[in-house]
């Protein structure tokens, strides 16, 4: 990013709403962790949420030094614990993210030698760096991670950004800042099929070709190595970082992560750990359905991609209905984006225990996404332990982690309501002990009326800050069944206003999201908007990439 497109950056994220990137520690509720006035907690009279999907209700939790030590009823409060009432609140465990690249930034691109040959490109430029760590380029602090621990998650499998071989993976936890956060330095070996552009290995073909090379090179490696430090006579082995970032996955010490998008790189990754013998967990699955048997009868562990494809069906126009060629097109997009919402749910029925990865995702769809899986097959228990139980015994920290017990560490999510009902809101989060607090929004009456209220008019709004408010007025018409809209806002590059349009509106049940953009000198800064409308009231959030969520509220003008 050069240094005009940040000014650019900084100055239109603080003009649009207020400066908010200050430190909002001071606020009426906690999510930095930064309050803990004592290291001991008990919430009481709660419901806990145990794997079976069973709720126990009236039961309390006593927090210690970022362990639980003790769930049950009727536990004995110590004079210096902070007191939690958990009347109507529920408890689950902390959730865990199979593959996250939240708070990780990716490494600056290596100069081009001048003798470059494309054919035999150097190891780091042509993104084969297995001996980088994805911890040497991640923040805690970065408003991602905070965004996710909002959403409920308190450790994740942390990725590193790259090329086919970025690095190693490590496992964090989502605590406070001043706390180190590792749990785990080195998880796996991160693998993609990301070919290299203008050079070798730029195809899929090629990068199968290299990473089967470079394994192979890496055994003969590993066997020279042993036999140097054995025998007298034996040649020194040259030092090689790539091929030794190798040898704790020969003999299975080390998975190698792989990362997945469809049937086809499914079945490469297969195919390689069928070849050579690795163990293999793949990362980022989705439209594999017709490959579940064989993914089953591998054995491999799976985190299934929570992100799922654009609803276009709700946008079709009536009238296209009418067209056969257009009625085969749509019932193939029909088709398809149902097979997507179903894949969890079918995982499910085949006996596969899968983890989720929030790779690619934003925080703020989490719960949508889960929900749409969960109308279309997958149930409330699978879902939750895809969440919680599941990703531990992948990653083999199940003894520490993943359930609520007496002994285990203190990653919690505390809720207003059972976890994946529509009004569910998180109020709390224990991360490593650690409490975070959120704002929660009251339940909303709705109208008596259950009829969808009429999006289209013309808007005021207000973004609200701990610096000030931002305001501004959004304009939304619609055809059919097609909403389109502009959004105007305070000009990034001098005074008055711009105006821009409004992309990937979706107005479902009362339910607003959509996305607009400004233009930085050919670079997009892109804003999110979500929330409830209710009669003439709109009540959401605004959110910005790396910088997090803050109240987003409308009001529709009379007579618009």
Not at 97 to 112: C, F, H, L
Not at 490 to 516: H, K, V, W
């Amino acid at each position: 990013m050069s240094i005009i497109y940040k000014k650019a950056y900084w100055w239109t994220f603080a003009v649009f709403i207020g400066f908010i990137i200050t430190d909002v520690a001071k606020a009426q509720s906690d999510n930095t962790g930064e309050r803990r006035v004592t290291g001991t907690y008990i919430i009481t009279n709660a419901n806990v949420a145990y794997p079976s999907g069973k709720i126990q209700s009236n039961t309390s939790i006593l927090v210690k030094n970022g362990m639980i030590t003790a769930v049950g009823k009727n536990i004995a409060s110590p004079s210096n614990a902070h007191h939690i009432k958990g009347d109507s609140l529920f408890i689950y465990p902390g959730f865990i993210d199979g593959g996250s690249t939240a708070g990780v930034t990716k490494p600056k691109d290596p100069e081009r030698p001048s003798n470059f040959n494309s054919a035999s490109p150097p190891d780091d430029i042509a993104g084969i760096t297995p001996y980088r760590n994805a911890l040497d380029y991640f923040d805690l602090g970065n408003a991602q991670v905070s965004e996710w621990r909002k959403a409920g998650f308190t450790m994740a499998q942390i990725l590193p950004e790259g090329g086919m071989l970025p690095g190693q993976t490590a496992l964090v936890i989502f605590g406070d800042k001043t706390s180190t956060n590792i749990y785990s330095e080195n998880t796996a070996l991160y693998a993609t099929f990301n070919a290299s552009r203008g050079m070798y290995p730029g195809t899929l073909l090629g990068v199968m070709a290299k990473f089967r090379s470079l394994y192979r090179n890496a055994e003969l490696s590993s066997q020279h190595s042993a036999l140097f430090a054995s025998n007298q006579g034996i040649n020194r082995p040259e030092r090689d970082k790539v091929l030794e970032a190798f040898y704790p996955t020969l003999d299975k010490s080390l998975p190698i992560l792989f990362a997945v998008e469809d049937d086809l790189t499914v079945r490469r990754a297969l195919g390689l750990q069928r070849e050579l013998g690795f163990r293999m967990i793949l990362s980022g699955a989705s439209n594999v359905e017709e490959i579940i048997p064989i993914l089953k009868d591998s054995q491999t562990a799976v985190f299934l991609s929570l992100k799922l494809p654009e609803d276009k069906i709700s946008k079709i126009k009536e009238d296209e209905e009418s067209d056969f060629e257009r009625k085969e097109r749509i019932d193939r997009i029909k088709s398809s984006y149902t097979k997507a919402l179903e894949e969890a749910g079918k995982f499910e029925k085949a006996g596969i225990a899968f983890g989720f990865s929030s790779q690619g995702i934003k925080s703020a769809d989490l719960m949508k996404n889960i929900r749409l899986m969960i109308a279309n097959g997958l149930s409330e228990e699978a879902a939750l332990a895809a969440l919680t139980l599941n990703p531990a015994r992948i990653l083999g920290i199940d003894r520490y982690t993943g359930t609520v017990e007496q002994g285990k560490l203190a990653n919690l999510v505390i809720t207003t309501d059972s976890l994946f009902k529509e009004d569910s809101q998180v109020k709390y989060v224990f991360a490593d002990g650690y409490l975070f607090e959120y704002d929660t929004k009251a339940k909303k009456t709705r109208s008596e009326t259950t009829d969808e209220v009429d999006l289209a008019g013309t808007w005021t709004y207000v973004a609200r800050s701990p610096q000030g408010d931002s305001q501004g007025q959004m304009v939304i018409a619609r055809e059919s069944n097609v909403y389109t809209g502009e959004i105007t806002l305070d000009n990034p590059a001098g005074s008055g206003q711009i105006t821009t349009a409004m992309n990937n509106i979706e107005y479902n049940n009362n339910r607003l999201r959509f996305e607009f953009s400004i233009d930085l000198g050919g670079n997009y800064l892109t804003f999110s908007v979500s929330g409830d409308i209710d009669g003439d009231e709109f009540d959401g959030d605004l959110s910005v990439t790396d910088l997090g969520s803050f109240p987003f509220k409308a009001t529709k003008q009379p007579g618009a």
